[in-house]
Nanobody, 124 residues
Framework: QVQLVESGGGLVQAGGSLRLSCAAS????????MGWFRQAPGKEREFVAS????????YYTDSVKGRFTISRDNGKDTVYLQMNSLKPEDTAIYYC?????????????????WGQGTQVTVSS
């Protein structure tokens, strides 16, 4: 079992930055690929970014490439999402997810454990 707790969400103006954190506990974090997803009101949950077990491999959805950076610290069992140049369309609840596999993955069904989510609101 894995427990995930997100933090770092909030209200920011367009063009601003936020850093989300996801603290993991339970099974071995360092062998798990991790992902960030988001869900806006009335929309399905969508993939944002993923990072493999070592942090060497990352993958992003096109809309956040060049603006968001996913990273991890296996010594602290924590994964991060640095979000720069935020846009109003980035407004959503952001979820951290863990999978039993070690490689990056982009689909909701590939992830076994989920956090409770943190709200990100970008004002225009």
């Amino acid at each position: 079992q894995v427990q995930l707790v997100e933090s770092g969400g909030g209200l920011v103006q367009a063009g601003g930055s936020l850093r989300l954190s996801c603290a993991a506990s339970g099974r071995t974090f360092s062998s798990s690929a991790m992902g960030w997803f988001r869900q806006a009101p009335g929309k399905e949950r969508e993939f944002v970014a993923s990072i493999n077990w070592s942090g060497v491999s990352t993958y992003y959805t096109d809309s956040v490439k060049g603006r968001f950076t996913i990273s991890r610290d296996n010594g602290k069992d924590t994964v991060y999402l640095q979000m720069n140049s935020l846009k109003p369309e980035d407004t959503a609840i952001y979820y951290c997810a863990a999978r039993t596999g070690s490689a990056v993955a982009t689909s909701v069904i590939n992830y076994n454990y989920w956090g409770q989510g943190t709200q990100v609101t970008v004002s225009s």
